[in-house]
């Protein structure tokens, strides 16, 4: 069953379930390791959501996704998946830091304290799919784009979380609001092109039929936003 359809169907139960379910092929450590990752997004996005869901929901479909669609099975890049918004949305908070911290030094404490709790590299691996700290005086969805083609330049593995983390976004946006649906539309379309030229780019570390996968699901996603966008 599609992720989507098992939210609709199941909600967030549904989606730990069958996230409890790719796990059973993992060795004991990586699974207590991948539950302690979910446990700590849990509680830092308890209060999120996403229109008409728990944030957690997404997260969930994004480490699923990249185990069951992409054939990904390193543990670094999983806990990275299930916690790649949590600096960008509660640094202060997972940094152990004041509220009204500066973002930037938020930012820094909250990905030192990924690092303590991981590794290095899965900090790494966060810090390249959070955004920085906008110009006000220029377009955000432009600075976004710049910021996703700059840092998955130069990091592969971090291109296998944002493109599924993309795929959820695009691909699921008819699972929203419309004026949701318009303003994500507006925001990803003109990434496609960059994804799909980075999926095809032989240090990106997935197989030819994960890659093959990515980009009918950028197709489908590109469909979705033109007939939302071209009325």
Not at 91 to 109: D, S
Not at 111 to 134: H, I, K, M, Q, W
């Amino acid at each position: 069953m599609p992720l989507h359809a098992i939210t609709e169907v199941y909600g967030e139960a549904g989606l730990r379930d069958r996230f409890a379910l790719e796990l059973e092929s993992f060795p004991d450590p990586d699974r207590k390791q991948l539950t302690e990752a979910l446990d700590l997004a849990a509680a830092l996005h308890a209060e999120d959501r996403r229109v008409r869901e728990p944030y957690l929901n997404h997260l969930l479909r994004v480490a699923i996704r990249i185990i069951k669609y992409y054939g990904v099975r390193d543990l670094d890049v999983l806990v990275a998946a299930l916690l790649h918004d949590a600096v960008e949305d509660h640094p202060a908070e997972l940094g152990g830091v004041p509220e009204q911290t500066p973002y930037p030094e938020a930012v820094e404490a909250a990905l030192a304290e990924l690092g303590r709790r991981f590794n290095c590299r899965v900090a790494d691996l966060v810090s390249s799919v959070t955004n920085p700290e906008y110009d006000p005086g220029r377009d955000r969805h432009e600075q976004y784009r710049e910021h996703v083609a700059e840092s998955l330049e130069r990091d592969p593995w971090a291109r296998v979380i944002k493109i599924s983390d993309f795929t959820d976004n695009g691909v699921g946006v008819i699972h929203t609001t419309m004026d949701k649906a318009f303003r994500s539309a507006t925001k990803y379309r003109p990434l496609v092109p960059t994804l799909r030229e980075l999926v095809g780019r032989p240090d990106t570390p997935l197989s030819t039929q994960a890659k093959e996968h990515i980009l009918d699901q950028l197709d489908l996603a590109e469909e979705r936003f033109a007939a939302i966008l071209d009325v």
